[in-house]
């Protein structure tokens, strides 16, 4: 069964594989409440397409579902889905649902 | 290799030519009687959001990779656009404008994890000879315009181009309803006046994704001269 702790392990696996290709300074910790999207996010956007697309494939990759983690709101200061961590899989385990 | 509507036209015959050197993947709502080891065919609507997810997961797992797409599929409608159903309408904007959208959006997806990709577009002479009866695919050959510019700009940094091709006036069934008087007014427009060759569309097609053509991106190139 796909769950939270699930999911999160899943997304901090993600996270490992984009630090590798951020400067020293940038590196996301694995923390709930550090920041993707946002005025205090370290990271462009580029990297957190990246995020967004390699969740994409794990998800596929390991629980076998189609996910799509567009969202109309990806950009929303207020109700980014890709604001911290956990308002990330919180999403995910929405969209899997 | 990736090319959509690939059951008949520019898309069969890019087809042909490019199994000669690549392993393509195609689609298109028919069959396709097309058959050679390096072809693999999938039925499907280009704008089916579920259907083309499944066609990019069945590429990226069994491939890895994905290096060039050519989003070919296309729908056109001759019709004034008083007597147009909003059906039809909706058809052409969905396989025209969104099949190239979802295609160009799953694609980036698997490219850039190689740094590497190449993405053609097909537009239309519909759009600047302003075509009367081709409302409805004239405004979805702008948009694909407007895509190829957005996304050539967006999706630079991953080392993938964005290009589109309108090709001259061809003898495909796309223009197989349309009276020869109205094709032989349109030869006169183009600056070159004559049909087409498909050898002369894959000698583009060849140069757009050549592995040394890195500078060009987010470019429209009408053949036949408009």
């Given amino acids: ?97 | 290799m990736l090319i959509t509507g690939t059951s008949r036209g520019i898309g069969k015959y890019l087809t042909e030519h490019y199994t000669k050197k690549f392993t393509v993947i195609g689609c298109s709502r028919k069959e396709s009687n097309y058959s050679s080891s390096n072809y693999t065919h999938f039925c499907m609507d280009v704008s089916d959001e579920k259907k083309v997810k499944e066609l990019f997961n069945f590429i990226r797992k069994k491939f890895g990779r994905l290096d060039y797409l050519i989003n070919n599929a296309g729908k056109g409608s001759m019709n004034h656009s008083i007597l147009m159903p909003v059906s039809v309408a909706r058809d052409i904007l969905e396989t025209n404008v969104i099949g190239t959208f979802l295609f160009s959006r799953e694609a980036a997806k698997i490219m850039k994890n190689k740094k590497f990709g190449r993405i053609i577009n097909f537009v239309s002479f519909a759009i600047p000879f302003k075509l009367e009866g081709e409302a409805v695919y004239a405004a979805s050959k702008a948009a694909i315009v407007s895509l190829t510019h957005v996304l050539s700009r967006e999706y630079a940094d991953f080392g993938i181009t964005v290009n589109a091709i309108a090709p001259p006036a061809t003898k495909t069934d796309l223009i197989k309803g349309v009276q020869d008087v109205k094709m032989k007014s349109l030869l006169k427009r183009q600056a070159i006046h004559r049909f087409g060759n498909l050898h002369e569309i894959s000698y583009l097609t060849d140069f757009l994704i050549g592995k040394k053509n890195k500078m060009i991106t987010g470019q429209i190139i009408y053949m036949g001269g408009v």
Avoid: C, R
């Fill in chain 1, 1 to 97: 069964m796909i769950n939270t702790e699930l999911i999160t392990k899943l997304v901090y696996s993600v996270i490992d594989e984009i630090n590798l290709e951020l400067p020293k300074t940038k590196k996301l910790k694995k923390k709930l409440e550090t920041q993707l999207y946002g005025d205090k996010s370290e990271i462009d956007s580029l990297s957190l397409v990246n995020i967004v697309v390699l969740t994409e494939q794990k998800i596929e990759d390991k629980f076998n579902i189609s996910v799509n983690l567009a969202d109309e709101k990806a950009m929303s200061q207020k109700n980014s889905p890709y604001k911290t961590i956990k308002t990330f899989v919180d999403y995910i385990e929405k969209s899997i649902e």
